[in-house]
T-cell receptor, first 108, second 116 residues
Framework: GQNIDQPTEMTATEGAIVQINCTYQTSGFNGLFWYQQHAGEAPTFLSYNVLDGLEEKGRFSSFLSRSKGYSYLLLKELQMKDSASYLC?????????FGAGTTVTVRA | GAGVSQSPRYKVAKRGQDVALRCDPISGHVSLFWYQQALGQGPEFLTY????????KSGLPSDRFFAERPEGSVSTLKIQRTQQEDSAVYLCASSYQAGGFTDTQYFGPGTRLTVL
């Protein structure tokens, strides 16, 4: 499989901002997705980037640099319900290759 | 409309038993994917259908794994002679069309398989 790297765990305080980084191999790249997954539930789609730059969607933003093989997901105004695993997924052709996920814990 | 549904949600099998996992994709979605997710890991690709055609089965771990989608909608993943290493969550995802510029895969809740 492809090497998709993201941190294992992050902790932040309610109301704060957290940035989750993701690096990947650039060969065959065809789009980058971020999914949120609560324990025991389906991954739910958060954002999609295929061109360089920042995509903003409410409290969530995602950035992509194709030349660097780098993306980040920015979570602003953190809420307790944001405690979840965040999966970075790169599409190569039609298949998604996922990172292992970053578990974000939001503390009061 | 309804999302992707999967059944059963939980399945416990004795080693050596055969199991069948069902996926109902979003209506009208052409593409269907199966993924395997081990505890603490991201999903790993198993197989891909475009309508009823299985175009890629490169991720299936062994010939004990078999998937079908005979009428281009519902899909079944079958695992024969289950082994303990098959224990995982099996996720199904569907998309309107594979490889489209903004095509997004939508996931079902998964089937958690435990092999004793």
């Amino acid at each position: 499989g492809q090497n998709i790297d993201q941190p294992t765990e992050m902790t932040a305080t309610e109301g704060a901002i957290v940035q989750i980084n993701c690096t990947y191999q650039t060969s065959g790249f065809n789009g980058l997705f971020w999914y949120q997954q609560h324990a025991g539930e389906a991954p739910t789609f958060l954002s999609y980037n295929v061109l360089d730059g920042l995509e903003e969607k409410g409290r969530f933003s995602s950035f992509l640099s194709r030349s660097k093989g780098y993306s980040y997901l920015l979570l602003k105004e953190l809420q307790m319900k944001d405690s979840a695993s965040y999966l970075c997924a790169v599409r190569y052709d039609y298949k998604l290759s996922f990172g292992a996920g970053t578990t974000v814990t939001v503390r009061a | 409309g309804a999302g992707v549904s999967q059944s059963p949600r939980y399945k416990v099998a004795k080693r050596g038993q055969d199991v069948a996992l069902r996926c109902d994709p979003i209506s009208g979605h052409v593409s269907l994917f199966w993924y395997q997710q081990a505890l603490g890991q991201g999903p790993e690709f198993l197989t891909y259908f475009q309508n009823e055609a299985q175009l890629d089965k490169s991720g299936l771990p062994s010939d004990r794994f078999f998937a079908e989608r005979p009428e281009g909608s519902v899909s079944t993943l079958k695992i024969q002679r289950t082994q303990q290493e098959d224990s995982a969550v099996y996720l199904c995802a569907s998309s309107y069309q594979a490889g489209g510029f903004t095509d997004t895969q939508y996931f079902g809740p998964g089937t958690r398989l435990t092999v004793l």
